[in-house]
């Protein structure tokens, strides 16, 4: 015996949100698809930014250079990428449109970050080889604040051609038994010197 199965429509009408974002899906061909893009940019953007820190620890380099890096493009893809912002990063509050806050705050966060990570993987990746030695006294002590990743891995301070420098170490060092740090630089692609291999020792060297 063949039963029969009736499929049951529901009448329940769609709520606030979802209506309008079946209205902008049917006006913007690819809605889902360039929403997704936008997210998928902006979760790139923050990755690569995670593992250009990484790479600021071991360059020398003035901060004023980096923040400089990484907010710039804000101000120039702002004006030029605000509609389309406004229209496929979704806010039910306001459809089409979003306060100026979110879009530098997604472009500083997302293309900001690409590219002050490229820029700093290229000085660190293409240096000109030649090894510089120094060694310089420490000027601080500290560690960085705990979490559930993080021991607080301990940092010295250092002065390098008149600028402060933080250098971070694996947890478990004892740096308050040094005070001076050998440091081997290379030069890097922008001029930025990278460090290649840091040492504490005890007295001068």
């Keep these: ?14 709520s606030y949100r979802q209506q309008l974002l079946k209205e902008f899906k049917e006006k913007y061909p690819y809605y889902n698809f360039k929403s997704n893009l936008l997210a998928g940019i ?12 990484n790479i600021y620890r071991e360059t020398f380099i003035p901060l004023y250079t980096t923040l400089s890096i990484w907010i710039l493009p804000s ?7 605000k509609k389309t912002f406004n229209i496929y990063c979704f806010n039910p509050y306001s459809p089409g449109r ?38 310089t006294s420490i000027t601080k002590y500290g560690h960085l604040a705990k979490s559930s990743r993080s021991c607080g891995d301990p940092y ?34 922008f001029g930025f010197d990278i460090i290649t291999n840091k040492t504490l ?3 001068q060297w």
């Excluded at 902006?42 to 820190?53: C, K």
């Excluded at 420098?165 to 005070?179: A, M, S």
């Design 1 to 14: 015996m063949n039963r029969k199965h009736k499929r049951i429509h529901s009448n329940k009408p769609l």
């Design 42 to 53: 902006f979760i790139i953007g923050v990755s690569l930014t995670v593992w250009e820190i």
């Design 75 to 81: 101000l120039i893809t702002t004006p030029l990428f």
């Design 98 to 135: 979003t306060g100026l806050f979110w879009h530098y705050f997604y472009n500083i966060a997302s293309f900001g970050g690409i590219l002050l990570f490229l820029f700093m993987w290229t000085n660190q990746n293409f240096t000109d080889h030649k090894k510089n030695v120094l060694t």
């Design 156 to 189: 010295v301070h250092i002065n390098y051609m008149n600028n402060e420098k933080e250098l971070v170490f694996p947890c478990g060092t004892e740096i308050e038994k040094y005070n001076t740090v050998f440091i081997e630089v290379e030069k890097g692609f």
């Design 201 to 203: 020792i005890k007295g």
